[in-house]
């Protein structure tokens, strides 16, 4: 039997989503931390800032892999 030509689209896809896992807990912590620090210390601004980080997370996990890979 003969083998498909491996192609670098699965490994991209592991190596972002591993990166995923790091860089979304970063973002997240970092943009609660600067709604702690500013002053917003109720819940809907914490969790705002934590959806932030988590949605920013995505693209930047992607260009970050596309630069090591």
Known sequence: ???APTTRKPAMTRLTLLLFSII???????????????????LQPILIAA?????????VSWLVARQIF
């Open 1 to 3: 039997m003969q083998r």
């Open 24 to 42: 979304s807990t970063a973002l997240m912590g970092a943009l609660i931390i600067a709604a702690l620090v500013s002053g917003h210390d109720t």
């Open 51 to 59: 959806a932030i980080g988590f949605v920013a997370a995505g693209p």
